[in-house]
């Protein structure tokens, strides 16, 4: 069976960091898409930074020079450097790995871990 485990989450200050970690069995990370995405209640889960197997990276705007997605080959972990941390970056965070096969995506997800940024 094929597991995404999340960790890292926390409470910081703004201006802060975290790290968080997304650890997959299989070599999920290795053969497909890496991605974090975020969603706040009553909002839709929003796209945050993705990296393809050959190392590629895209963030989205609002984080763009703030995030950084990288990958453990070894440990087949993900993760996801945040600095410069702001309220709004305050949501719970998931991370996945898809791919596309005849047209159709595929996606395993983490069951998230919440990420608060606050005074």
């Known amino acids: 069976q094929v597991q995404v485990v999340e960790s890292g989450g926390g409470l910081v200050q703004p201006g802060g960091s975290l790290r968080l970690s997304c650890a997959a069995s299989r070599s999920i990370f290795s053969i497909n898409t890496a991605a974090w995405y975020r969603q706040t209640p009553g909002n839709e889960r929003t796209w945050v930074a993705s990296?393809?197997?050959?190392?590629?990276?895209n963030y989205r705007e609002s984080v763009r020079g703030r995030y950084t997605i990288s990958k453990d080959n070894a440990n087949d972990t993900v993760y996801l450097q945040m600095n410069s941390l702001k309220p709004e970056d305050t949501a719970v965070y998931y991370c996945?790995?898809?791919?596309?096969?005849?047209?159709?995506?595929?996606?395993?997800w983490g069951q998230g871990t919440q990420v608060t940024v606050s005074s």
């Open positions: 990296m393809v197997s050959g190392g590629a990276t």
């Open positions: 996945d790995a898809f791919r596309w096969f005849y047209g159709k995506r595929y996606d395993y």
